[in-house]
């Protein structure tokens, strides 16, 4: 059974950084998993953040260019999320996400495994 646990959120003032870690358990690495960083406001559909396949390609958000940073750690089994410059309207619940095959994709809908979360709470 795949499992995936979300560490590293907090309250953070605008303009400072935070990194989140997803500590998956459960599999092994394959080039064929997917996975990425979601967040969800409250009153708001979940919407992706970053991904990252299993051959490494990444993508993010329009808006957090530049500021988040997606790595992974196959040996650990751990991907991250380094978000600096972080602003009000980023509070969220953020959540790890994991599927089975290699493409990119922004529909939550898509991913098998999902992590309880971690909130992140941007103060101005």
């Known amino acids: 059974q795949v499992q995936l646990v979300e560490s590293g959120g907090g309250s953070v003032q605008a303009g400072g950084s935070l990194r989140l870690s997803c500590v998956g358990s459960?599999?092994?690495?394959?080039?064929?998993?997917?996975m990425g960083w979601f967040r969800q406001a409250p009153g708001k559909k979940r919407e992706g953040v970053a991904l990252?396949?299993?051959?490494?390609?990444?993508a993010y958000r329009d808006s957090v260019k530049g500021r988040f940073t997606l790595s992974k750690d196959n040996a650990k089994n751990t991907l991250y999320l380094q978000m600096d410059s972080l602003k009000p309207e980023e509070t969220a619940m953020y959540y790890c996400?994991?599927?089975?095959?290699?493409?990119?994709?922004?529909?939550?809908?898509?991913?098998?495994?999902w992590g309880q979360g971690t909130q992140v709470t941007v103060s101005s």
């Open positions: 996400a994991a599927k089975v095959y290699e493409l990119l994709v922004w529909d939550p809908s898509e991913y098998n495994y």
């Open positions: 990252i396949s299993g051959g490494g390609n990444k």
């Open positions: 459960g599999y092994r690495y394959s080039p064929n998993l997917s």
